[in-house]
């Protein structure tokens, strides 16, 4: 996965616990983003990273937080998990000069995290 | 704000069938478009990409032209295959380097 580690693959909790998932790059791209895929939303945006320390909120960013504290890891928490976070869970990177077909700036993802909230 | 609409699916084809997924942009600027594709299973995989209007991204036998004048991007390939039986795509990248997805289109090719 273009250097690209997701964990855990897969994490059953309960209601009110909190969960931590880690996203570790050796792209060493600026960018790192996290998104969450569930069936008839398609992929949409938690947060994402423009560089150590600098973070932003996507479209569906409550009840989620964010870490960056080095270049090749990117954190993503749920505080108190609910069942409405039951969820594949993808990372992407994105910097100039990504391998890809050509050119210009394109994501990578990881293989995915799916969480599971009882 | 912008956003990206493809048709709905799921889509069930012949093998060696021509197929079309319509996909369109709504973005401030000039974005980026892209079709990713996604295998049971796995994550998303970049199938081509086209960066300015007229440029035509093309991989795999996989097709599609960006079109300004009609905010449209969509994906054609003139026979398909088994093994491109997966979930389709569509993203922009606006000028802050957000990539925004479409629901995705589910494509079931059948011998």
């Known amino acids: 996965d273009a250097g690209i580690t997701q964990s855990p693959r897969h994490k059953v909790t309960e209601t009110g616990t909190p969960v931590t998932l880690r996203c570790h790059q050796t792209e060493n791209h600026r960018y790192m983003y996290w998104y969450r895929?569930?069936?008839?939303?398609?992929?949409?945006?938690?947060h994402y990273s423009y560089g150590v320390k600098d973070t932003d909120k996507g479209e569906v960013s409550d009840g989620y937080s964010v870490s960056r504290s080095k270049t090749e890891d990117f954190l993503l928490t749920l505080e108190s998990a609910t069942s409405s976070q039951t969820s594949v869970y993808f990372c992407a990177i994105s910097g100039a000069g990504d391998r890809g077909l050509s050119g210009a700036n394109v994501l990578t993802f990881g293989a995915g995290s799916r969480l599971t909230v009882l | 704000?912008?956003?990206?609409?493809?048709?709905?699916?799921?889509?069930?084809?012949?093998?060696?069938?021509?197929?079309?997924?319509?996909?369109?942009?709504?973005?401030t600027g000039y974005p980026s478009l892209f079709w990713y594709v996604q295998y049971?299973?796995?994550?998303?995989?970049?199938?081509?990409?086209?960066?300015?209007?007229?440029?035509?991204?093309?991989?795999?036998?996989?097709?599609?032209?960006?079109?300004?004048?009609?905010?449209?991007?969509?994906?054609?390939?003139?026979?398909?295959?088994?093994?491109?039986?997966?979930?389709?795509?569509c993203a922009l990248r606006n000028t802050g380097n957000q990539f925004y997805f479409g629901t995705g289109t589910s494509l079931t090719v059948i011998p």
């Open chain 1, 37 to 46: 895929q569930d069936p008839g939303h398609g992929l949409r945006l938690i």
């Open chain 2, 1 to 27: 704000g912008d956003s990206v609409t493809q048709m709905e699916g799921p889509v069930t084809l012949s093998e060696e069938a021509f197929l079309t997924i319509n996909c369109t942009y709504t973005a």
């Open chain 2, 40 to 89: 049971p299973g796995e994550g998303l995989q970049l199938l081509l990409k086209a960066t300015k209007a007229d440029d035509k991204g093309s991989n795999k036998g996989f097709e599609a032209t960006y079109r300004k004048e009609t905010t449209s991007f969509h994906l054609e390939k003139g026979s398909v295959q088994v093994s491109d039986s997966a979930v389709y795509f």
